[in-house]
């Protein structure tokens, strides 16, 4: 345009120049501005990355601490199975009386309903029986049930109770 000639007005060609080297200026700054978004974009992006990475790691171990419990879980219930079935043949044989009796004790005795005599101790509270307690159980019959004087336990006779 300045070459063609069209501009006559030196002051119009001089605010051209002006407002030419000011949009220059201009451009330089938003490009310096730009430089900056993207340098702080890249660390964003590292920042992010180191994130994304370590929530893998933490959902990783997150899923191997579940698998273990799920296992753990189910082999509990196995083995709780396992023990509800056993207890269940068990109580199968046994007299209504005596399971009534054992039911009642286990809710008092804090779980604990019956226990067996061993070398003249009960099992349950830990009382040796005297020669003369262990005189009368000896001659009880074998289904007789046998009651601790002192914890009121049932007295489970074993081939150890001391007899
Ligand atoms: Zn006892």
Redesign the pocket.
Known sequence: MIDAGQVKDPKALQRMLGELESLRRRISDLEDVELEVMERLEDTQVSLDRHVAELGDVESERSTVQAAYEKTAADLQAQLAALQDERRTTASGMPEDLMALYEKLRAQKGGVGA?ALRRRE??????TLNASDLGIIAKLPSDEVVR??????I?VRTGESGL
């Open positions: 226990a009960c099992g349950g509270c830990r009382l601790c004087e002192e914890c009121n336990r007295l």
